[in-house]
């Protein structure tokens, strides 16, 4: 088993600097931060600009390799450089990876165990109205992008704000609510009603693509002989479903985690944008137009990073459900 | 009635009764004979005629702008409303249609195409290219696609669309080549494939002439949800103004300017984000019932 994830590690750590490298080399290739020189009056002298761009590590003067080689010094030692504006990438990296973490997080958690007790319920009620239901429902779910959910979500939360409720509930914009004094559970309440729209927009499609597959694992599990067998040693059908079913059709669902979620850190990247939370994705669009590369790179190499943990998290569920893993 | 023409209407007779079914006239009975199938397809049918056909039925093109009319409902001059700039919803939609379909079947046939080939000499030759390629097909399944389609951006010029569908294509194919690289493996144990092997032909042949051909009823259910996977990842990136670049439209920059003005001007957002969800719904129903009429071992439909 140590073995097993030693190599696992190892070969994420290479997949990571490599991802991460070409990220850098994209970014500094594609991106022309000296056009942001271009529109300043009074134009500046172009040793000027040259002069700055070097100092922040951006002259596209500079060979790619040395630049790369300078950036990748800088990252083994914890500093990613400076933005355009030549403040440290660093200062608000942590600040922003915890509202993106406490999205992601929260997203994944309700879309998962949603999505994956959904599915269970659906395949033990086989072609009942709640199967048939679910199914049409995460059929029409499916085709949404996040982008049209997001505005729905926005556009419906107002509409109820002023006909359902007639006050604020649902608020679609921001964390939270800028010189709000009402002590510690004043503040927290606004946090949720912030939270709720955002969640439920990230992980509505996590929903939809967890609960057909954990049906789908379900049935093939239900008819089984151990289920079967479990039933005649006298467990109830609740028990015999949930230790024993459940637990086998949850493996491949485990597996499936690990793709889902760099599309899940996509989604939070729209929602981010899309709800002006003020996180890693909205600063990764920010700094594409703004041609940050170094800022770029290193929301990049946190997301293959993140990438890798969930891949590394889903090996271990695969082993603590599935006894075979762990003795080969 | 000569001889001949009686032999000859024997042999008709004969040919009639011995020749089985072909494979694409059973795919295609099933397929419409599932309410799914008929629905997906007709819905998607009408979509191209709307998107295609369509802009001849109103007197306004996509880049008219009618300076008497700022923002107004829908009426019997402007059928989908207009928008801020005075601009015809119906005509820019169906534009942007045209648009998000044309990148969406392009990117969709690309990155199949990609799929088959990379798969299925990852499954053929086993040691160092089976190793490099599936690699390739790891790093690329970690890299998120919008995070580097959205560096790439810069790239896309007003006019270079075509680099992007490419691109497009290139972050969607891992998936199937992983499912094409198995299959291929147990396809490669086959007879008939030994036997081609053993008459000496060379095994890039084998490769486009007998192991892809087997897999085609994979690859054309994977073309088509690609399909929808395309439309869906072209309008997240358009929407942030990474893809499609203006003056050209699709069916993301649309929504993207609608969603500023929606909630006093549904009609901006509605239309647009209707007409897409409807066409990735259509497209995934096809792909759903071509998938249940490509297996022998699914049940008929009830």
Redesign the interface.
Known sequence: MAGFLARRLLNYLV??V??SS??YL??AS???PRSNYADRTPKPPPAVVDAQLTALNLNDRTPLIQRYATWAAGVLHGDFGKSVTGTPVNDDLGRRAGVTARLVLLGLACGSLAGVLLGAYAAVRQYGWFDRLSAGVS??V???????LA??L??FG?WANANVFGRQVFLVSGEYSVGLDTGFWGSALDRVQHLILPTVSLSLGLVAVFSRYQRNMMLDVLGADYVRTAMAKGLSRRQALIRHALRTALIPVATYFA?TF??L??GA??TE??FGWHGLGEQ??NS??TNDVNT?AA??LL??IA??CA?LAADLMHAALDPRVRAG | MTLSEEELGEELIGARESRAPSRVRIVARRFFGSRQGQVGFAVLVLMFLLAFAGPMLSPWSYTDKDFTAFLQPPSATHWFGTLQTGADVYAVTLRGMQKSLIVGLLAALVSTALAAVVGAFAGYFPGWPDRALSWVTDLLLVLPAFLILAIMSPLFGAGKWVLFVIMLALFLWMVTSKIVRGMTISLKRREFIQAARFMGVPPIRIIFRHVIPNLSSLLIVDATLNVSAAILTETSLSYFGFGIQPPDVSFGTLIADGSRTAVYAPWTFWFVAGLLVITVLAVNLIGDSLRDAFDPTSARRR
Do not use: E
Not at chain 1, 142 to 148: D, F, I
């Open positions: 997949l990571v490599v991802a070409l990220a994209l970014a594609a991106l022309d059929f029409v499916l085709a949404v992008p996040v982008v049209v505005n729905m926005i556009l107002t793709f760099g599309t850190l996509v990247t729209f944008k899309i990764l669009i594409i137009f770029v929301i990049s997301a293959a990438v890798l891949s």
